[in-house]
Antibody, heavy 122, light 107 residues
Framework: QVQLVESGGGVVQPGKSLRLSCAAS????????LHWVRQAPGKGLEWVAY????????YYADSVKGRFTISRDNSQNTVFLQMNSLRVEDTALYYC???????????????WGQGTPVTVSS | SSEVTQDPAVSVALGQTVTITCLGD??????ASWYQQRPGQAPRLVLY???NRPSGIPDRFSGSYSRNTASLTITGAQAEDEADYYC??????????FGGGTKLTVL
């Protein structure tokens, strides 16, 4: 079955960096794009970033553009989120989610991980 | 506007029918998808496309569209349907955009 397991979350000071990982299994990794979606405590879902199946295109929410970078290693079935210049408002549970589409364009999120928590605090 | 709007809270009596709506300009051009999130759990896809349910989602969940509004209907709501429901549409750049979520209470 499809599994997405996030890791790398933690507590970090404002302005610092953190790198999240999402290890995938149970499907042909290179066939699907992958997203990061976050949820601040007590708040709704916020889409963060998306990477095409082959890494050829990447898209970001305005709130993280220029600070976060999504990447993937298709040899390791892993997607990453490098988060730089972190802000207090980046505090959230970060989910990895698979895009259902087998093409590059986004469609919908058909499988989700359990999330990894990120706390930005001084 | 690139917003996606949902009612913050809706309630339904056990066994009755409830509709959760999602309003957004891009819904004229793109299908919505719907996600259920129970407390302490990750979101789960419950509806996508015109009116499609993933494997394992009961057929009491259905979807419909009218102009720029997508609707999720639960026919015969069960206690386990109590959750937050999020629709997903697109922003002005065609990137995913979630609504604010609707908290469904089953009475």
């Amino acid at each position: 079955q499809v599994q997405l397991v996030e890791s790398g979350g933690g507590v970090v000071q404002p302005g610092k960096s953190l790198r999240l990982s999402c290890a995938a299994s149970g499907f042909t990794f290179i066939s699907h794009g992958l997203h990061w979606v976050r949820q601040a405590p007590g708040k709704g879902l916020e889409w963060v970033a998306y990477i095409w199946y082959d890494g050829g295109n990447k898209y970001y929410a305005d709130s993280v553009k220029g600070r976060f970078t999504i990447s993937r290693d298709n040899s390791q079935n892993t997607v990453f989120l490098q988060m730089n210049s972190l802000r207090v408002e980046d505090t959230a549970l970060y989910y990895c989610a698979r895009d259902a589409s087998l093409l590059g364009t986004t469609d919908y999120f058909d499988h989700w991980g359990q999330g990894t928590p990120v706390t930005v605090s001084s | 506007s690139s917003e996606v709007t949902q009612d913050p809270a809706v309630s339904v009596a056990l066994g009755q029918t409830v509709t959760i709506t999602c309003l957004g300009d891009k819904l004229k051009n793109f299908y919505a998808s719907w996600y259920q999130q129970r407390p302490g759990q990750a979101p789960r896809l419950v509806l996508y496309g015109k009116n499609n349910r993933p494997s394992g989602i009961p057929d009491r969940f259905s979807g419909s569209y009218s102009r720029n509004t997508a609707s999720l209907t639960i026919t015969g709501a069960q206690a386990e349907d109590e959750a937050d429901y999020y629709c997903n549409s697109r922003d002005r750049n065609a990137n995913p955009l979630f609504g604010g979520g609707t908290k469904l209470t089953v009475l």
